[in-house]
């Protein structure tokens, strides 16, 4: 297939709070985009401020995808992303329009840009229970330190409150003798026309946009949205509830700690995520980095991007 066959894709990277829903924002409309979120958490309706979703008004501008598809109790996984992002691609292409892939999963992001190919593997719901029966006495850091043990590669990018990943995991090891990278077969060139851009901002000031961001969700009521979440019967042990902001005000609620310490945990562990997200997106070869520490260098920075863009593609942006 020649580069001229391939179907275009516009990837948006970086971690959280460094400002990739304005950006994308602003070249899917600029370019006749549409954005597909590649946001493992956004999926779920209901859940809103903790996820940063965009405003209303900011997803009437472009078309959106995955976005609000499922149910909190709901599953959802990397291979469900990956085949309906993959079809998404297609369909925009086909409309001649650019999709613009937006998002800060990093698993996600790479499962789509370069086809990981996910091997089915045996199942043992008895192993499962016994894992989870480990978690809740000896703790999740116990567990986690068991992957670790054994497949270091997974334990570096899963969280030890990602417990449901964790556990799955360990069920493919102990089940096969093969590790889940093991499993992960990743192409070495995109099957896409693909251009990735990636954005950072000095450590000191991401850290103090992300605690700005925690302070502004629980102005806007992300209390309230983790309470009428539990109330609609939403269990706390659901993958969807282990979500950064919704997990550490689950014990508030419980009235087990006090709010200061839930907003402390939320600002110290969406940082711990924001640096293990730069660490797997550092290792991508493909992207073109854009460093917006400097709000006054802003506009040219966003003028080199669409140079770029429009010189990859041969598109004119709309005027």
Same mark, same amino acid.
């Given at each position: 297939?020649?580069?001229?066959?391939?179907?275009?894709?516009?990837?948006?990277?970086?971690?959280?709070?460094?400002?990739?829903?304005?950006?994308?924002?602003?070249?899917?409309?600029?370019?006749?985009?549409?954005?597909?979120?590649?946001?493992?958490?956004?999926?779920?309706?209901?859940?809103?401020?903790?996820?940063?979703?965009?405003?209303?008004?900011?997803?009437?501008?472009?078309?959106?995808?995955?976005?609000?598809?499922?149910?909190?109790?709901?599953?959802?996984?990397?291979?469900?992303?990956?085949?309906?992002?993959?079809?998404?691609?297609?369909?925009?292409?086909?409309?001649?329009?650019?999709?613009?892939?937006?998002?800060?999963?990093?698993?996600?992001?790479?499962?789509?840009?370069?086809?990981? #190919?996910?091997? @089915?593997?045996?199942?043992?719901? =008895?192993? &499962?229970?016994? $894992?989870?029966?480990?978690? !809740?006495?000896?703790? *999740?850091?116990?567990?986690?330190?068991?992957?670790?043990?054994?497949?270091?590669?997974?334990?570096?990018?899963?969280?030890?409150?990602?417990?449901?990943?964790?556990?799955?995991?360990?069920?493919?090891?102990?089940?096969?003798?093969?590790?889940?990278?093991?499993?992960?077969?990743?192409?070495?060139?995109?099957?896409?026309?693909?251009?990735?851009?990636?954005?950072?901002?000095?450590?000191?000031?991401?850290?103090?946009?992300?605690?700005?961001?925690?302070? #502004?969700?629980? @102005?806007?009521?992300?209390?309230? =949205?983790? &309470?009428?979440? $539990?109330?609609?019967?939403? !269990?706390?042990?659901? *993958?969807?509830?282990?979500?950064?902001?919704?997990?550490?005000?689950?014990?508030?609620?419980?009235?087990?700690?006090?709010?200061?310490?839930?907003?402390?945990?939320?600002?110290?562990?969406?940082?711990?995520?924001?640096?293990?997200?730069?660490?797997?997106?550092?290792?991508?070869?493909?992207?073109?980095?854009?460093?917006?520490?400097?709000?006054?260098?802003?506009?040219?920075?966003?003028?080199?991007?669409?140079?770029?863009?429009?010189?990859?593609?041969? #598109?004119?942006?709309?005027?």
């Amino acid at each position: 297939m020649t580069l001229q066959e391939k179907e275009k894709l516009v990837v948006i990277i970086g971690p959280t709070a460094v400002g990739k829903t304005a950006l994308s924002l602003e070249l899917a409309e600029e370019f006749d985009g549409e954005i597909i979120s590649g946001d493992s958490m956004q999926v779920y309706r209901g859940m809103d401020i903790g996820t940063a979703k965009a405003e209303p008004h900011e997803l009437a501008r472009v078309p959106h995808h995955l976005i609000d598809i499922i149910s909190p109790a709901e599953e959802y996984s990397v291979a469900i992303f990956q085949d309906s992002a993959t079809r998404l691609i297609t369909e925009i292409n086909q409309r001649g329009r650019l999709p613009f892939l937006v998002g800060g999963t990093g698993l996600y992001i790479e499962a789509v840009t370069h086809r990981f #190919q996910f091997a @089915e593997s045996a199942h043992d719901q =008895e192993l &499962r229970e016994r $894992l989870q029966r480990l978690a !809740d006495t000896e703790g *999740v850091e116990a567990l986690h330190a068991r992957l670790a043990a054994v497949d270091p590669i997974t334990a570096e990018r899963l969280h030890p409150n990602d417990v449901r990943r964790v556990i799955r995991a360990l069920e493919i090891y102990e089940t096969t003798g093969y590790t889940m990278a093991d499993y992960q077969h990743r192409a070495k060139q995109s099957p896409y026309d693909l251009l990735m851009i990636g954005l950072t901002m000095e450590r000191g000031l991401l850290y103090e946009r992300i605690n700005q961001r925690v302070d #502004q969700m629980i @102005e806007a009521g992300l209390v309230e =949205e983790v &309470r009428s979440l $539990l109330d609609q019967g939403y !269990d706390a042990s659901l *993958v969807s509830m282990q979500g950064l902001g919704y997990k550490e005000l689950i014990p508030y609620l419980y009235g087990e700690i006090t709010l200061e310490k839930a907003i402390n945990d939320i600002k110290q562990r969406t940082r711990h995520f924001a640096k293990r997200q730069l660490s797997w997106f550092r290792r991508m070869e493909e992207v073109h980095w854009f460093d917006l520490t400097d709000p006054a260098s802003r506009p040219k920075t966003l003028q080199s991007i669409k140079q770029i863009l429009a010189g990859k593609f041969q #598109q004119l942006p709309n005027i």
